[in-house]
């Protein structure tokens, strides 16, 4: 009797265990149709619209018209712009977190202080740009401000990743150098640094496209509506395609529909092209990696 | 020689993310204190926002970011932990590489990309499968805003539940627990800290999302209503400092009021960051006793 009652609990236990997994699948199934839907919605009614005349043309007929090349190349401009500041001073961070940060209270504060800026909305970072390069330092509503106000946001991702893809290169490798007489950076710039470098461009990758694809901090730091020309100098104000696909999609009445959807299409290649090489460097480095 | 100057450019690098921080808290202050001197505290939190009449009652915005955190996080939670929990325990290594980089993809789509999808797709259905007046509501915003924080709580949830030992769950086998039951009352336990950070991030990145709900929730800087608030239009604290500072004079009480309600939103996001950061500090050293 009490043999049967245990064979009928495994079984309940058994049908849990498959009604779990059935949810499990489901659910997870539903979590990531979203990801291809959207993708496939922007490319088949985005698709039509790509002409070469559409990437490298001005808007005319306030936008209604034309074709969106202001917007791809502030995107492009702003993109570099971010890298400029982000990227030298973000692996340094991480070298120094990684190579030479002693076990203190203020290597502990630089960690809070990290962990902090990772968590700052975005819209936040835009008052901060507009309160300190454009008004405070004066550089207006510009390229220049919009690129440092997005490298201060980049910068948390592309310390942590720096740090991260340091220390995974064994501490062998440093004793090696150390004992053939080379100065801690010797070591550092000739062996460590090469090693680390497939995770240290897939971070950097990885925070660049964050910023490309953000328009709440450039909203007030360097975007604008509308430019009848290309920006000519890092002080002038440009047009982003992100921003540009916000006024269009929210603020322009009788906005053709196939622009609308031509211009997210063009900022999600753009984003996706980055995403993918990141993905494509990270996992040739890690097939490829001899320890 | 070289050495040294390298090495103090490299520990300035380090610093940098403190400096950064008090610098944007700064400049947040700077900006946002005047407001206590022009608008009375108990101006400050009553239930109308209408600042063209000087009306800056900032609490339907509080309510707002509020309401849609709490629908959005509740949409992302299960969704985010399943996914996590198939991809770190159940999914053969094979779907898991397809998986992965799916979840990255999700993580890289610009929120002005998926804003758009919510106004010429989500709103649009919504508004015809409920039979509202508009598609543009709360709801509407959580769902997106759920797509946004998904990929954080998974990859953070992922890791703590492969940093849980592999003997837990053998020992778990052994004793004749299902793997269904091994994964609720042994492997996600054993994971709680970090599980809980998960959470914790994404309920951050929710809270701090800006284009994506100011596009979709209809703009109505309007008090909660109880449980019907869930279809109407709302605003959260984000969205109207995206929306207004583009319009308002520098120096003027309304924009003190907006770098106020940035304040605010930092010293949430901050409090979120450093007690997520003490819980996964807990988890590792959880696992460290462990091992």
Redesign the interface.
């Known amino acids: 009797m009490s043999n049967q009652s245990s064979h009928t609990a495994t079984q309940v236990r058994k049908a849990k265990d498959g009604i779990g997994y059935t949810l499990i699948h489901i659910i997870s199934f539903f979590t990531l149709l979203p990801v291809l839907g959207i993708i496939f919605y922007i490319v088949a009614n985005g698709a039509p619209t790509i002409t070469w005349d559409f990437l490298t043309s001005m808007p005319t007929d306030g936008m209604r018209a034309g074709g969106i090349l202001p917007a791809i190349v502030g995107t492009l401009y702003l993109t570099i712009g971010t890298a400029v500041f982000s990227v030298p001073l973000g692996v340094a961070a991480g070298i120094y977190l990684a190579e030479y940060a002693p076990q203190n209270i203020w290597t502990r504060f630089i960690r809070i202080a990290i962990i902090s800026l990772a968590g700052i909305p975005s819209v936040v970072y835009g008052l901060f740009g507009l309160g300190m390069f454009v008004l405070f330092l004066k550089l207006g509503n510009s390229i220049l401000a919009a690129s440092l106000t997005l490298s201060i946001m980049t910068l948390p991702t592309i310390i942590s990743t720096t740090e991260e893809a340091l220390r995974v290169v064994p501490e062998r490798f440093r004793v090696v150098c150390a004992s053939l007489g080379a100065s801690k950076w010797q070591g550092i710039r000739k062996i460590i640094l090469p090693e680390a470098m497939p995770g240290i461009l897939t971070g950097v990758i990885l925070g660049l496209e964050r910023a490309a694809g953000e328009t709440a901090p450039i909203l007030f730091t360097g975007a604008t509506f509308f430019l009848p020309h290309l920006p000519s100098s890092p002080l002038d104000a440009t047009m982003a395609l992100p921003y540009h696909i916000f006024v269009i999609s929210t603020q322009v009445p009788g906005m053709p529909l196939q622009i609308q959807f031509g211009s997210v299409l063009v900022l999600l290649v753009f984003v996706l092209v980055m995403n993918l090489s990141a993905t494509t460097i990270r996992t040739r480095a890690r097939r490829n990696r001899q320890w | 020689m ?2 040294k100057v ?2 103090r ?3 300035i ?6 400096i ?2 008090l ?2 808290f700064y ?2 202050l ?2 946002g204190l005047p407001t206590l001197g022009e608008v009375a505290l108990s101006d400050l939190f009553t239930t109308r926002w209408y600042p063209i009449e000087d009306y800056f009652g900032i609490l339907p915005l509080f309510s707002g970011s509020l309401l849609v955190t709490f629908i959005s996080i509740a949409i992302a939670l ?3 932990i ?2 996590a ?3 770190a325990e ?2 053969p290594a094979r779907v898991k590489e397809i ?1 992965k ?6 993580a ?10 919510g ?3 989500l709103s649009p259905t919504l508004r015809e499968t409920f039979n509202l007046p508009t598609g543009l509501t709360a709801f509407t915003g959580a769902l997106l805003l759920a ?1 946004i924080s ?1 990929p954080t709580i ?1 990859s953070v949830a992922e890791d703590a539940l492969n940093a849980v030992p592999q003997s837990y769950r053998e020992a778990s086998y052994a004793l004749g627990v ?4 091994t ?2 009352q042994v492997t996600l336990p054993a994971a709680r800290s970090g599980v809980i950070t998960a959470v914790m ?1 994404g309920i ?1 990145r929710t ?5 994506a709900v100011m ?1 979709v929730t209809g703009n109505a800087p309007t008090m909660l209503q109880g449980i019907q608030s869930i279809f109407k239009p709302t605003r959260t604290m ?1 969205a109207t ?2 929306s207004e ?2 319009e308002v004079a ?1 120096g003027s009480t309304h924009y003190h009021v ?2 106020f309600i ?1 304040i605010v ?2 010293l949430f ?2 409090i ?3 007690i997520s ?1 003490h819980f996964s500090e807990k988890n590792r050293k959880e696992k460290e006793q462990v091992v």
């Open positions: 070289k050495d390298i090495t450019i490299i520990k690098a380090g610093f940098s993310s403190i950064i921080v610098m944007i400049f947040l700077k900006e299960p969704f985010g399943g996914t929990v198939y991809i159940i999914a998986l980089p799916l979840i990255e993809i999700l890289g789509i610009p929120s002005v990309v998926l804003g758009f999808i106004i010429v797709f797509l998904v998974v299902t793997r269904w039951q994964i609720w991030l951050s809270l701090g999302e800006t284009m596009m984000t400092i995206a500072m583009g520098s907006l770098f940035g939103l930092f996001s901050l979120i960051n450093i950061s």
